[in-house]
């Protein structure tokens, strides 16, 4: 049984560009959240999708957007990327929203030059 | 303002000593979870505390929560090269289960 997935594992961009990032949920799990964890901190969160729309959000502005897919799986999508965004971005899936157990991915680490 | 502060921020220790490590806040939980990453994973739920004053134990972890519910603690016996990583303590909120995590404490236990 596969856990939760991320890809790329790494990635380089550069200011201003755009980046998407891709997660499938662990099997059976219908909710998946993206966590943002800057270097030497705690992982905060970003947003939550469940029945593929948007549930909650953290404070994080627009240029961070996402979507669900009728199979679970999830993009995070990042605009006018800035040097500030370069981090490790988690996703975490749960069996439901009800669910407090999340399991993670490995995550993303993103480098913005 | 973090809303849960974990101290030390810094741990290096040799191996088999013993370590305590803190989660503080203001405000009081429901309910307080513990995780450890490890470098390029990402965190793994440990154990969560549920009533004020419960201690729970896992292997040689025991995790305390304090009886008002505010703060909690991450006893280490005879650490292991094994335990290294970043610990994170974590509550969870909203109607989706939303996760506020501290800061972490990095540890590092030397063979």
């Known amino acids: 049984d596969a856990g939760v997935t991320q890809s790329p594992t790494h990635l380089i961009k550069t200011r201003g560009q755009q980046v998407t990032l891709r997660c499938s949920p662990k099997?059976?799990?219908?909710?998946v959240s993206w966590y943002q964890q800057a270097l030497g901190q705690g992982p905060q969160f970003i947003f939550q999708?469940?029945?593929?729309?948007?549930?909650q959000r953290g404070n994080f502005p627009d240029r961070f957007s996402g979507h669900q897919f009728p199979n679970y799986s999830s993009e995070l999508n990042v605009n006018a990327l800035l040097l500030g965004d370069s981090a490790l971005y988690l996703c975490a899936s749960s069996l439901s929203r009800l669910q407090e157990t999340q399991y993670f991915g490995p995550g993303t680490r993103l480098l913005v030059l | 303002t973090q809303l849960l502060e974990q101290s030390p921020q810094f741990l290096s220790i040799q191996e088999g000593e013993n370590l305590t490590v803190y989660c503080n806040s203001s405000s009081v939980f429901s309910s307080l979870q513990w995780y450890r990453q490890e470098p390029g994973e990402g965190p793994v739920l440990l154990v969560t505390v549920v009533t004020g004053g419960e201690v729970k134990k896992l292997k040689r972890l025991t995790f305390q929560f304090g009886d008002a519910r505010k703060d909690s603690s991450l006893h280490i016996t005879a650490a292991q090269p094994g335990d290294t990583g970043l610990y994170l303590c974590a509550f969870s909120r909203g109607a989706g289960n939303m996760l506020t995590f501290g800061g972490g404490t990095r540890l590092m236990v030397k063979p």
């Open positions: 999708y469940y029945e593929e729309e948007e549930r």
């Open positions: 099997s059976g799990h219908d909710t």
